[in-house]
Each structure stands twice: as structure tokens, then as C-alpha cells.
């Protein structure tokens, strides 16, 4: 017997403009901090980089344990009046803000020969901790509502080309700020806090942080109010089950275990280690490896623009004509390629301007194949939730994914959170001493993004999608 149920549910109009704004004042903010951060204690505040990297890996091994916990908690929660996902965000808020704020605002700058002073890297090492659990409360919350609020293929992509043209536009307003700054000093290679240029540094790169916090916690409450929840209330054989701890830890291994899910995780496991590698090279790259001075840090601006939005729109005309997982793999080699074609870098007497081109095609092409591949990953991960709700016993296609799509997406995190981890500590190390200015270093630190890249295409291509519809939304269920 065939009962109907409502049509599916799609994210439009201002809704659609709400739940993405995720990915602009969040992500301003993260990655903000996710790029700049290890430049401003290292070479402003004077921490050791290996100290840095210890804070920055931690954190980020700490949000990825909570998000498969947080996850597994938010799918094990009675939905109540303000729904079952949403009322987390306003738990997370506060937190985040304000550690967002606190994390460029040490209260001592390590002493000049004394990189390891220890109250200093303490400070760090205590707020970026708890602002990465709340920012993995928060993001958690706010990728798991996905297949919820938008059930076809169609909404899906829709949502995907929203959220990622406002991480491109985060990403480079996240960037053209602290370049703007950067160009400003005098010298940017002596910008230490005692240094003419860190006293620069650390006046502006605060007012910029609370800037995009504040921003940040309105995005927030715009998905808040964008998201609705209501359908819940609809399911009156809803039952809450109680899970004990043990049981919490056997749900996380339920995506684990799907094959198709578990290797679009890895493929962006891979994809985080390049992300992350490219991400801590910007500035000390262009510093020392291209000389920039002043008005020329501004070129990364133009790269980041032209090419991020360049291949966004080439990959978005690619993505209706080909087959998504085809165009996926595609967009993840050409970054690959253009990764290793960095080598060339190594040849130090090439002229500045053969440099300057090669760095311009280089990095607009990764980037723009970077901030392109949600256009694909986004739907790709909806769908095999969605279809990892169908093929569960619950006859209730809504309640089944209220029960598995957060620890679906908090095993995501989970995942993707190890690449950044492994990168930060990887970079830590090897730029630590002498090898922090060091041009050779950092350019076959910039080549090993291709090995990466790489790794991440293969494991795409294991995917197999079995409905090449998407899983059309199916309102029935044989009761």
C-alpha cells in the first residue's frame, strides 16, 4: 500500500538567501582565522610555529571527535517548538562569537628571543579550543539540515551555487582585508609586535576579526529564521529513543560503514591536507618566495576573484551538460596538475615576470578548482543521505533522516577535519627555525598539494552513484 505525503520540501526565495548565509558570515570569519592565524603568531606575536601548529592541529582533532559526537546528539534529540536542529545554533552562538574576538587579542606578545613563551601559547592554545567546539556545533547544525529542507536534485544544486559563490566572496573578502594591512607596512618581513609594521598589524587585524565575529553571529540567525522545522510536528509516531553512550558511538559507525558516503569523505580528507597546505603558505609564499612589496600583495586579490569566479561559472555551465561525478574528478586533477606545475619555482634564476605568471595560472587555477568542487560535493553528499534514509527500516522517509543525518555529517567533519589537523602539524614542523623564510621549503610545500589533490580524484571516482536521478524524492513508503 502506497500512502502520499506532502511534496518535497526545497529551500527558495528568501529561504534559500537565509540557510546560505552560512557560508558567508561563517565562513568569513573561519577562514579568516583558518589563514591567518598561524601568520599572525607566528610572525607578528613571535610563537613558535611548532606551538602554533600543536594549538591548531589540537582544535582541530577536538571539533572533529565533537562533530561525530554532536552529530550523534542532535539525531537523538525530540524535536521541540523551536524544532530539533535549530535551537543548537543559538547554544553555539554566543560561544563562538566570542572567542572569535578573543583569539586575535593575546594579552602578551612573546618576548624577543623567547618564542616559547608559554602563557602566551596557553592563551592560544585555550580559546582556539573552545571556539573550534562551538564553531563544530555550529557547522555541524548547519550542514545536516540539508537533506531535511531540500529534498531534489534540482534545490540541491540550487543551494550548492548559492553557498558556494558566498564562500568564494568570503573567501576573498577574508583575504583582501589583512592583504590591505599587509601592504601597508614598511617592511613586511620584520612585523614583529615590537616592529614599526606588527604595531600595525596589531591594531587593525583585531578590528578586522571583531568585524567578521559580528557578522558571523548575524549569518546565524539568519539561517535561524530562515530554516523551517515545522514538518516535525507533523509525525506524531515520532518516538524518542534513548541512547546510551555506547549506543551514540555504535550510531556513528552507521555511515562508516557505507561504502559510497565513506569515500567521498575520504576524497575530501585529501582534498582539506591540500586546502589547508595552500591556506598557511599565502602570505609567507608571497613574502618570500615572490618578494611582494606593498601595492603587489594585491595581486592575490585579483587572482582570487578572477579566478575563483572564472572557473565557478565554467563549472557551472560543465555541471548541467556532464555527468556530476565525472565533472568532480575533473575540477580535483586540474587542481592537481596545476599544483606540481609549482616546481618550477625551484629554478631560481628564472625573471620575476615569468615567476609572476606562472604564480598567477598556478594558484587561480587551484583555487578555482578548490572553492568549484562544492558545486559537485554538496548534492553528492545530500543524495546519499537521503538514500541512506530510503534504504533504512523506518517507514517514515523523515524521520528516518532526522535519525542518521547528523552522524552522517558529523562523521564528515570528522573526516575532513583530520586533513587540516595532519596539514597544520605537517607545515608546523617544517617551517619551524630557519626554514619559516626559507623560499625552496615553501615551494615544494606548494607542489605537495598535487600528491594530495590526487589521492582526493581517485577516491571520487570509487563512488558509484545508483540512482542517476538522485533519488528522485520518493513521498511513499510501502506501510
Same mark, same amino acid.
Given at each position: 500500500?502506497?500512502?502520499?505525503?506532502?511534496?518535497?520540501?526545497?529551500?527558495?526565495?528568501?529561504?534559500?538567501?537565509?540557510?546560505?548565509?552560512?557560508?558567508?558570515?561563517?565562513?568569513?570569519?573561519?577562514?579568516?582565522?583558518?589563514?591567518?592565524?598561524?601568520?599572525?603568531?607566528?610572525?607578528?606575536?613571535?610563537?613558535?610555529? !611548532?606551538?602554533?601548529?600543536?594549538?591548531?592541529?589540537?582544535?582541530?582533532?577536538?571539533?572533529?571527535?565533537?562533530?561525530?559526537?554532536?552529530?550523534?546528539?542532535?539525531?537523538?534529540?525530540?524535536?521541540?517548538?523551536?524544532? $530539533?536542529?535549530?535551537?543548537?545554533?543559538?547554544?553555539?552562538?554566543? !560561544?563562538?562569537?566570542?572567542?572569535?574576538?578573543?583569539?586575535?587579542?593575546?594579552?602578551?606578545?612573546?618576548?624577543? &628571543?623567547?618564542? +616559547?613563551?608559554?602563557?602566551?601559547?596557553?592563551?592560544?592554545?585555550?580559546?582556539?579550543?573552545?571556539?573550534?567546539?562551538? /564553531?563544530? +556545533?555550529?557547522?555541524?547544525?548547519?550542514?545536516?539540515?540539508?537533506?531535511?529542507?531540500?529534498?531534489?536534485?534540482?534545490?540541491?544544486?540550487?543551494?550548492?551555487?548559492?553557498?558556494?559563490?558566498?564562500?568564494?566572496?568570503?573567501?576573498?573578502?577574508?583575504?583582501?582585508?589583512?592583504?590591505?594591512?599587509?601592504?601597508? +607596512?614598511?617592511?613586511?618581513? =620584520?612585523?614583529?609586535?615590537?616592529?614599526?609594521?606588527?604595531?600595525?598589524?596589531?591594531?587593525?587585524?583585531?578590528?578586522?576579526?571583531?568585524?567578521?565575529?559580528?557578522?558571523?553571529?548575524?549569518?546565524?540567525?539568519?539561517?535561524?529564521?530562515?530554516?523551517?522545522?515545522?514538518?516535525?510536528?507533523?509525525?506524531?509516531?515520532? $518516538?524518542?529513543? =534513548?541512547?546510551?553512550?555506547? &549506543?551514540?558511538? /555504535?550510531?556513528?559507525?552507521?555511515?562508516? /560503514?557505507?561504502?559510497?558516503?565513506?569515500?567521498?569523505?575520504?576524497?575530501?580528507?585529501?582534498?582539506?591536507?591540500?586546502?589547508?597546505?595552500?591556506?598557511?603558505?599565502?602570505?609567507?609564499?608571497?613574502?618570500?618566495?615572490?618578494?611582494?612589496?606593498?601595492?603587489?600583495?594585491?595581486?592575490?586579490?585579483?587572482?582570487?576573484?578572477? &579566478?575563483?569566479?572564472?572557473?565557478?561559472?565554467?563549472?557551472?555551465?560543465?555541471?548541467?551538460?556532464?555527468?556530476?561525478?565525472?565533472?568532480?574528478?575533473?575540477?580535483?586533477?586540474?587542481?592537481?596538475? #596545476?599544483?606540481?606545475?609549482?616546481?618550477?619555482?625551484?629554478?631560481?634564476?628564472?625573471?620575476?615576470?615569468?615567476?609572476?605568471?606562472?604564480?598567477?595560472?598556478?594558484?587561480?587555477?587551484?583555487? &578555482?578548482?578548490?572553492?568549484?568542487?562544492?558545486?559537485?560535493?554538496?548534492?553528492?553528499?545530500?543524495?546519499?543521505?537521503?538514500?541512506?534514509?530510503?534504504?533504512?527500516?523506518?517507514?517514515?522517509?523523515?524521520?528516518?533522516?532526522?535519525?542518521?543525518?547528523?552522524?552522517?555529517?558529523?562523521?564528515?567533519?570528522?573526516?575532513?577535519?583530520?586533513?587540516?589537523?595532519?596539514?597544520?602539524?605537517?607545515?608546523?614542523?617544517? +617551517? #619551524?627555525?630557519?626554514?619559516?623564510?626559507?623560499?625552496?621549503?615553501?615551494?615544494?610545500?606548494?607542489?605537495?598539494?598535487?600528491?594530495?589533490?590526487?589521492?582526493?580524484?581517485?577516491?571520487?571516482? =570509487?563512488?558509484? !552513484?545508483?540512482?542517476?536521478?538522485?533519488?528522485?524524492?520518493?513521498?511513499?513508503?510501502?506501510?
Amino acid at each position: 500500500m502506497e500512502e502520499s505525503l506532502p511534496p518535497p520540501r526545497e529551500l527558495i526565495g528568501k529561504r534559500l538567501f537565509g540557510y546560505s548565509m552560512g557560508d558567508l558570515g561563517m565562513s568569513l570569519a573561519n577562514i579568516f582565522t583558518g589563514v591567518y592565524i598561524f601568520q599572525y603568531y607566528v610572525y607578528t606575536i613571535n610563537l613558535n610555529s !611548532i606551538l602554533v601548529s600543536i594549538g591548531v592541529t589540537t582544535q582541530l582533532l577536538v571539533a572533529a571527535i565533537f562533530a561525530i559526537i554532536f552529530g550523534v546528539i542532535i539525531d537523538n534529540k525530540k524535536p521541540g517548538k523551536l524544532g $530539533k536542529r535549530r535551537p543548537f545554533l543559538l547554544i553555539g552562538l554566543p !560561544i563562538w562569537f566570542a572567542t572569535t574576538i578573543l583569539i586575535w587579542l593575546p594579552p602578551w606578545g612573546c618576548p624577543d &628571543g623567547n618564542s +616559547l613563551y608559554l602563557p602566551t601559547a596557553i592563551y592560544f592554545w585555550v580559546i582556539i579550543l573552545i571556539r573550534s567546539i562551538s /564553531r563544530s +556545533l555550529l557547522f555541524n547544525v548547519y550542514i545536516s539540515m540539508l537533506p531535511e529542507q531540500s529534498q531534489t536534485l534540482k534545490n540541491r544544486e540550487s543551494v550548492a551555487s548559492v553557498r558556494s559563490a558566498f564562500s568564494i566572496i568570503a573567501s576573498i573578502v577574508a583575504l583582501l582585508l589583512p592583504l590591505i594591512i599587509q601592504s601597508l +607596512l614598511e617592511d613586511p618581513t =620584520k612585523a614583529k609586535w615590537w616592529d614599526p609594521s606588527g604595531r600595525i598589524v596589531l591594531f587593525y587585524i583585531p578590528i578586522i576579526g571583531t568585524c567578521f565575529a559580528i557578522f558571523g553571529l548575524i549569518s546565524v540567525l539568519f539561517i535561524f529564521f530562515s530554516v523551517d522545522e515545522s514538518f516535525h510536528n507533523m509525525n506524531d509516531n515520532y $518516538k524518542r529513543e =534513548k541512547v546510551t553512550l555506547m &549506543g551514540r558511538f /555504535r550510531q556513528m559507525a552507521i555511515p562508516a /560503514r557505507d561504502t559510497n558516503f565513506r569515500n567521498i569523505i575520504i576524497a575530501g580528507l585529501f582534498a582539506g591536507v591540500a586546502g589547508k597546505i595552500l591556506g598557511l603558505l599565502i602570505f609567507p609564499f608571497q613574502t618570500y618566495v615572490l618578494n611582494f612589496t606593498s601595492a603587489e600583495f594585491y595581486i592575490y586579490v585579483l587572482i582570487s576573484l578572477f &579566478g575563483k569566479f572564472g572557473w565557478y561559472f565554467f563549472w557551472l555551465k560543465i555541471r548541467k551538460r556532464n555527468h556530476i561525478l565525472k565533472s568532480y574528478s575533473t575540477t580535483i586533477l586540474l587542481a592537481s596538475l #596545476s599544483s606540481f606545475l609549482g616546481s618550477f619555482f625551484l629554478f631560481g634564476f628564472l625573471p620575476f615576470g615569468f615567476q609572476l605568471g606562472l604564480y598567477i595560472i598556478i594558484w587561480s587555477t587551484v583555487l &578555482g578548482s578548490m572553492y568549484s568542487a562544492p558545486l559537485f560535493s554538496i548534492p553528492i553528499r545530500a543524495a546519499l543521505v537521503y538514500e541512506a534514509a530510503e534504504n533504512s527500516n523506518e517507514p517514515n522517509i523523515d524521520i528516518a533522516m532526522s535519525k542518521i543525518s547528523g552522524s552522517y555529517y558529523g562523521l564528515s567533519s570528522f573526516i575532513s577535519s583530520m586533513g587540516p589537523a595532519a596539514a597544520s602539524l605537517l607545515v608546523g614542523f617544517i +617551517l #619551524s627555525g630557519a626554514n619559516e623564510e626559507n623560499p625552496i621549503v615553501l615551494v615544494l610545500l606548494s607542489v605537495s598539494m598535487g600528491i594530495f589533490f590526487l589521492l582526493s580524484m581517485i577516491f571520487i571516482r =570509487k563512488i558509484k !552513484i545508483h540512482h542517476i536521478s538522485f533519488f528522485n524524492h520518493k513521498v511513499t513508503k510501502e506501510v
